[in-house]
C-alpha cells in the first residue's frame, strides 16, 4: 500500500494516526504497569520479608486488572482491524470512476517487455507497445505480470518493490504514482546473457497526456508516402520482419518481436540498449546480434539499400 497525495492519501493518513493514538496509549499502559510493578518490588526487598497475607489479599484485584487489560488489547486489535478494513474500503471507493485502476499485462520476453493496455469495457482501446509503460499521475495500475521463457522480475525502484514474472504463473502488482516524471524499470533477475538489457522506461504524465498518448497508440500505423518508404514497407512486409514484428494496419500481426506500430514514439531502442532515433535504428537493423548480442533477432543481411529503405519506412511509425 503506498500513501500517495489525494482522497485516499488523506484515508490512509487518518488510518496511521488511528493505529499511533492506540498504540502509544497501549504502550504508555504498559509502561505504567511495569513502573508500579518496579517500585512494589522495591518496597518488598526493603522489607526483607514475603508478605502471604497482602499478597493473597491483592490477588482478585490482580485478577481483574488481568482481565480489564486482556479485553482492552482484544477490543483495541479487532478495533484496528476493523478500522483498516473500513479504509481499504474506502480508499476503493474514494477513486472517482474515471480514475478507476488501468489494467495493463505485462510478459518479459528474453530480452524485452511485451506491454498491453486491456481496456475490459472498451477492448477497441486495448493498445499493445513494448519496453515503456506509460501511467497517468494519481491512478492506480494493475500490473499482471507473465513471463514466456524463463524467470524475469520487474522491478521499477521508484513507483514499486519486486516482483518475478515466473513461467506458467501470474502475479501482479499496483502502481500507484504519485508525481510526474521519467523513471526507469530494470529487470532484476538474471534471465540470460542481456539481462542488463532489459530496461523499462516508465513516463509519469498527466492525465491529459496520458489519454493524448492512449489516443495516438490506438490509431494503426500511417501508409507510407514516399517511393523510398514504400520499398521499405514491402521489404517489411514480404521479408523475415513480418514473420516477428506486428504494425497495426498492415498485414504484420506476428508477437515473437515488440509491436513496430508506434516505434518511434519510444524513448529506446531494444529496451534501453539504444536511444530511438535514426542512427540506433540502422545500427540495429543491420545487425542486431552486433548492438545486442545473444538477442532473439537474427541478423538479417540487407544491403545498403534495403536498409535505407526499411529504416526510412520504419521512421514513419510514430
Ligand atoms: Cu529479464
Request: charge should be neutral; hydrophobic fraction near 45%; proline fraction near 6%.
Given at each position: 500500500?503506498?500513501g ?6 488523506a484515508?490512509f ?7 499511533l493514538?492506540?498504540s502509544?496509549?497501549?504502550l ?6 511495569l513502573?508500579?510493578?518496579?517500585f512494589?518490588?522495591g518496597g ?17 484485584l490482580l485478577?481483574a ?8 488489547i482484544?477490543?483495541?486489535l479487532?478495533?484496528l ?5 473500513l ?5 476503493a471507493?474514494?477513486i ?5 485502476t488501468?489494467?495493463i499485462?505485462?510478459?518479459?520476453k ?6 498491453n493496455y486491456a ?5 477497441s482501446?486495448?493498445i ?5 509503460l ?5 491512478v492506480?495500475a494493475?500490473?499482471t505480470?507473465?513471463?514466456s521463457?524463463?524467470?524475469h ?10 516482483q518475478?514474472?515466473i513461467p506458467?504463473?501470474v502475479?501482479d502488482l ?5 508525481r510526474t516524471?521519467v ?5 532484476a ?10 530496461a523499462l ?5 498527466s492525465?491529459a ?9 490506438g490509431k494503426p500505423?500511417p ?17 523475415e520482419c513480418?514473420?516477428c514484428h506486428?504494425i497495426a ?9 515488440p ?21 540506433g535504428l540502422y545500427?540495429?537493423v ?6 545486442k ?9 540487407l544491403?545498403?539499400?534495403?536498409l ?10 510514430k
Open positions: 500500500m503506498s500517495g497525495d489525494g482522497l485516499d492519501g484515508l493518513n487518518r488510518l496511521f494516526a488511528l493505529f493514538i492506540v502509544l496509549t497501549m504508555a499502559l504498559v509502561l505504567a504497569f513502573a508500579a510493578a518496579w512494589r518490588r518488598v526487598r526493603q522489607d526483607g520479608v514475603a508478605d502471604e497475607n497482602g499478597r493473597a489479599s491483592r490477588e482478585p485478577r486488572l488481568l482481565i480489564g487489560w486482556t479485553a482492552l482484544a477490543i483495541g479487532i478495533g482491524t476493523f478500522a483498516s478494513f479504509t481499504d474500503r474506502g480508499m471507493d474514494a472517482p470512476p474515471d480514475r478507476r488501468i489494467n499485462i505485462v510478459t518479459a528474453q530480452f524485452w517487455w511485451d506491454v481496456f475490459d469495457n472498451e477492448p482501446k486495448n499493445r507497445t513494448a519496453n515503456e506509460h501511467l497517468p499521475v494519481g492506480p494493475r500490473v505480470l507473465k513471463s521463457d524463463v524467470i522480475s520487474f522491478w521499477i525502484p521508484n513507483l514499486a518493490g519486486k518475478d514474472l506458467g504463473r502475479n499496483v502502481l500507484l504514482p504519485n516524471g523513471f526507469r524499470g530494470q529487470c533477475e538474471f534471465c540470460g546473457i542481456q539481462h542488463a538489457h532489459m522506461d516508465v513516463t509519469v504524465e492525465r497526456q496520458f489519454a493524448n498518448w492512449l489516443a495516438a497508440q500505423a501508409a507510407p508516402a514516399s517511393p523510398l518508404q514504400k520499398a521499405g514497407y514491402l521489404y517489411v512486409m514480404n521479408r513480418s514473420g506486428a494496419g498492415t498485414a504484420a500481426n506476428a508477437t515473437v518481436g509491436d513496430l506500430t508506434h516505434l518511434m514514439s519510444r524513448r529506446s531502442l531494444a529496451a534501453g540498449t539504444l536511444p530511438m532515433g535514426r542512427a545500427a540495429w543491420a545487425d542486431p546480434q552486433g548492438v548480442p545473444g538477442n532473439n533477432m537474427p541478423y538479417v543481411g544491403d545498403a539499400n534495403e535505407h529503405a526499411v529504416t526510412a519506412y520504419l521512421e514513419t511509425l
